[in-house]
């Protein structure tokens, strides 16, 4: 379980932290003052349990944009968010 692990672009920005999993989906919290939660496809995400941290390959502004996470997800739309729907 990579709960609390520190996601971060490829270029080193933290982008938020892992606060659960869903399917084939990490729920990252974004955001400092007002907080969100957001899927994150694993397909994008490449943990790193030596530094308790998640790379990613998407962009902070599309992590940011797509669909929330209120108590549930819809991974029929977070995947077709993220491309990857069949």
Same mark, same amino acid.
Request: charge should be positive; charged fraction near 30%; glycine fraction near 10%.
């Given at each position: 379980?990579?709960?609390?692990?520190?996601?971060?672009?490829?270029?080193?920005?933290?982008?938020?932290?892992?606060?659960?999993?869903?399917?084939?989906?990490?729920? #990252?919290? %974004?955001? =400092?003052?007002?907080?969100? +939660?957001? @899927?994150?496809?694993?397909?994008?995400?490449?943990?790193?349990? $030596?530094?308790?941290?998640?790379? #990613?390959? %998407?962009? =902070?502004?599309?992590?940011? +944009?797509? @669909?929330?996470?209120?108590?549930?997800?819809?991974?029929?739309? $977070?995947?077709?968010?993220?491309?990857?729907?069949?």
């Amino acid at each position: 379980m990579m709960r609390g692990y520190h996601v971060v672009t490829g270029d080193g920005r933290r982008i938020g932290r892992v606060v659960g999993m869903r399917g084939d989906f990490l729920i #990252v919290e %974004v955001g =400092r003052v007002l907080r969100s +939660r957001r @899927p994150l496809p694993m397909a994008f995400a490449h943990p790193n349990d $030596a530094e308790r941290k998640v790379s #990613v390959t %998407v962009r =902070r502004d599309s992590l940011r +944009r797509s @669909p929330r996470v209120n108590g549930t997800l819809d991974e029929r739309a $977070a995947a077709a968010y993220d491309g990857l729907a069949a």
